[in-house]
């Protein structure tokens, strides 16, 4: 991949991706530089730039910077990939190597090239279906050389991507997008003392395995890590996603007239170690917002 950098009015490079690294750690380029390369179709951050931050970027002098940016989690992945449009609109491509296989959710694709062979495979039965999800996952594989694929999901928000290296990730009833072949999926009954999870879904989405997993959200999106012996609480509403590591409870955030009557509903108590993903928006409080404005028929009609 040969990258174009726009910085103080002019255009350097073109660069690849280990330069773009080199030079952002030594500080030669800021996060806030814009880049572009084949594939893109307008100028994006290079802290948008998937594969180009890391750890010792993070630390160089651009906290503020990186702290509302919910980057690439982690550098590995099996597949190159641009996440774009963030956080509001979030547009995945994916550059599918020849005779490999991606799982997309159904109905996000938006693109793709005329080689890439699409298979729709039933997948997690009944307890999917309550999910709230679809209950079919489409495999598109490369046939006879490499392909790109662009996904939309159909949330406006934000998304993120982690590499699972036989580690699991639980993520709320809609927030699959897409995965790599390795990754298995399934859904997870919650019991009834934590029925009130993730949107007053009974289940959660488990990702384990090996591979790319990409998953969205409602709004933009932060990471939180949560360190030994330090709980952390999140209304239920606000949760995306969160590591195996983390044990929850779910409490009421005060008594029962706090329930009903102060907008604060329940609450998810995390222990242990390991990271939460949180989103700035929830559809139920948006449609509160929105039907106050909505059209009302005259009685006079």
Known sequence: M???????????????????????????LSPDD?????????????????GA???????????????????????????????????????????????ETL????????????????????????????TGESL?????????GPGEIKIAPGSPGDMDHVYLDGDTIFLQNSAYVASGINVELETKWQGIKKAFFSGESLFLIKCSGNGDLWFNTYGAMIQIDVAAGQDYVVDTGYIVAFTDGLDYD?????????????????VCRFSGQGKVWIQTRQVAAFANWVYPFRPVKSSND
Not at 136 to 144: K, S
């Open 250 to 266: 779910v409490k009421m955030l005060g008594g029962y007239k706090s329930l009903f009557f102060s907008g604060e509903g329940l």
């Open 103 to 130: 799982k997309v959710e159904a109905s996000a694709m938006a693109s793709m090239d005329t080689n890439i062979q699409m298979k729709t495979k039933f997948k997690g039965g009944l307890s999917r279906f309550l």
């Open 136 to 144: 079919f996952i489409n495999e598109f594989t490369a046939d006879g």
């Open 2 to 28: 040969e990258i174009t950098v726009h910085r103080d009015g002019e255009d350097f490079g073109p660069y690849s991706m280990d330069e773009i690294r080199q030079y952002l750690a030594s500080g030669q």
């Open 34 to 50: 814009l880049a572009i390369h084949s594939g893109l179709s307008d100028w994006v951050p290079l802290a948008q730039l998937a």
């Open 53 to 99: 931050t890391s750890a010792k970027v993070a630390s160089s002098g651009h906290e503020g910077f990186l702290a509302g940016m919910s980057g690439v989690t982690d550098e590995r992945s099996d597949f190159e990939f641009e996440l774009a449009c963030r956080p509001d609109f979030s547009f995945l491509t994916v550059q599918i190597p020849g005779g």
